[in-house]
């Protein structure tokens, strides 16, 4: 019997739902939403990750049922071949690695949701292009920017930004869970400590200390460092910042990550202790790094003398 979905059942008794605004799907909710609720309170673990399920999964549903006319049902629409076809097809503006995040949440409900089906998929995503560091120029950019913030609140929210993205090199989630007593100081510095899914202790670099040291000192123990007034964590709330801030800047955090990557790699650190305050589990993860980071210096030879 094949697997369908009752579009008048309110399958949410979690309230799962109120942690997504669907924008794109909002003018089509009152159908296609209580059949994406349903879809991502089967997927969800434990009422993890729901955000970027939903993120993933909406755009899909919307995709196969819209521009398709495929019914929505789980064993009609939770198929490899569509789901290879909308990643490929309908997400232009993705990068690769933004591509390949979704394609993982869609093929894991599609694992749960229709376990059976067979279709195959023989399309393969193209290569991330490699991330490009920030040079000396662009860095004293991002200062300027974070400097000339319309209030105190985005001024500090700016460089409370710089400092865990290009003093720490969090990633965006890890940046968004960050709160003050997260944030330690030390006789040898200040440190960072992320409980996400590479949970591990990161020293800040002392040029980007003291945008986080005000931000620490401004809020409470238990408050998000970055936005301290926001709810939940949600993937898009750093691209809202930068949005409202206008600015003609290739601003991403991303290649802040990578421009502290190859710091470390530049002043010597070896790519062993950079995967375990990274969260790197592997030398290729750090490839990218690798090929930015300078062959020859001073810096690099002092370490090297103490081995």
Same mark, same amino acid.
């Given at each position: *019997?094949?697997?369908?979905?009752?579009?008048?059942?309110?399958?949410?008794?979690?309230?799962?739902?109120?942690?997504?605004?669907?924008? *794109?799907?909002?003018?089509?909710?009152?159908?296609?939403?209580?059949?994406?609720?349903?879809?991502? %309170?089967?997927?969800?673990?434990?009422?993890?990750?729901?955000?970027?399920?939903? %993120?993933?999964?909406?755009?899909?549903?919307?995709?196969?049922?819209?521009?398709?006319?495929?019914?929505?049902?789980?064993?009609?629409?939770?198929?490899?071949?569509?789901?290879?076809?909308?990643?490929?097809?309908?997400?232009?503006?993705?990068?690769?690695?933004?591509?390949?995040?979704?394609?993982?949440?869609?093929?894991?409900?599609?694992?749960?949701?229709?376990?059976?089906?067979?279709?195959?998929?023989?399309?393969?995503?193209?290569?991330?292009?490699?991330?490009?560091?920030?040079?000396?120029?662009?860095?004293?950019?991002?200062?300027?920017?974070?400097?000339?913030?319309?209030?105190?609140?985005?001024?500090?929210?700016?460089?409370?930004?710089?400092?865990?993205?290009?003093?720490?090199?969090?990633?965006?989630?890890?940046?968004?869970?960050?709160?003050?007593?997260?944030?330690?100081?030390?006789?040898?510095? *200040?440190?960072?400590?992320?409980?996400?899914?590479?949970?591990?202790?990161?020293?800040? @670099?002392?040029?980007?200390?003291?945008?986080?040291?005000?931000?620490?000192? @401004?809020?409470?123990?238990?408050?998000?460092?970055?936005?301290?007034?926001?709810?939940?964590?949600?993937?898009?709330?750093? %691209?809202?910042?930068?949005?409202?801030?206008?600015?003609?800047?290739?601003?991403?955090?991303?290649? *802040?990550?990578?421009?502290?990557?190859?710091?470390?790699?530049?002043?010597?650190?070896?790519?062993?202790?950079?995967?375990?305050?990274?969260?790197?589990?592997?030398?290729?993860?750090?490839?990218? %790094?690798?090929?930015?980071?300078?062959?020859?210096?001073?810096?690099?030879?002092?370490?090297?003398?103490?081995?």
């Amino acid at each position: *019997m094949e697997k369908g979905f009752d579009l008048q059942h309110d399958d949410d008794p979690l309230g799962l739902s109120k942690t997504y605004l669907p924008i *794109m799907g909002l003018p089509y909710w009152n159908t296609i939403g209580p059949f994406i609720t349903h879809a991502v %309170s089967e997927v969800a673990e434990g009422g993890r990750d729901l955000p970027g399920l939903y %993120s993933a999964i909406t755009p899909f549903v919307l995709w196969c049922w819209q521009s398709r006319g495929i019914d929505l049902r789980e064993d009609r629409i939770f198929r490899r071949t569509l789901a290879d076809q909308f990643i490929h097809l309908a997400t232009p503006t993705l990068s690769p690695a933004s591509k390949a995040t979704h394609r993982g949440a869609l093929w894991r409900a599609i694992e749960i949701l229709n376990p059976h089906d067979t279709s195959v998929s023989g399309l393969a995503l193209p290569r991330s292009t490699p991330t490009i560091p920030y040079n000396d120029s662009e860095l004293a950019q991002l200062q300027s920017w974070a400097l000339a913030q319309s209030t105190a609140a985005r001024r500090q929210d700016a460089g409370t930004l710089l400092a865990l993205g290009l003093g720490a090199g969090l990633a965006t989630r890890e940046i968004l869970e960050v709160t003050v007593s997260d944030v330690t100081i030390r006789p040898r510095g *200040m440190f960072v400590s992320v409980w996400a899914s590479r949970p591990r202790t990161v020293p800040v @670099l002392a040029e980007w200390s003291s945008y986080l040291r005000a931000s620490a000192e @401004l809020s409470r123990g238990q408050e998000w460092v970055f936005a301290a007034g926001r709810g939940a964590p949600s993937s898009d709330q750093v %691209s809202e910042f930068l949005a409202r801030a206008r600015s003609g800047l290739d601003i991403r955090v991303v290649r *802040m990550r990578a421009t502290w990557l190859r710091r470390h790699l530049a002043d010597g650190m070896s790519p062993i202790e950079l995967m375990q305050i990274s969260g790197i589990h592997t030398l290729a993860g750090l490839q990218n %790094s690798l090929n930015f980071a300078p062959t020859t210096g001073h810096k690099m030879a002092k370490r090297g003398d103490h081995k």
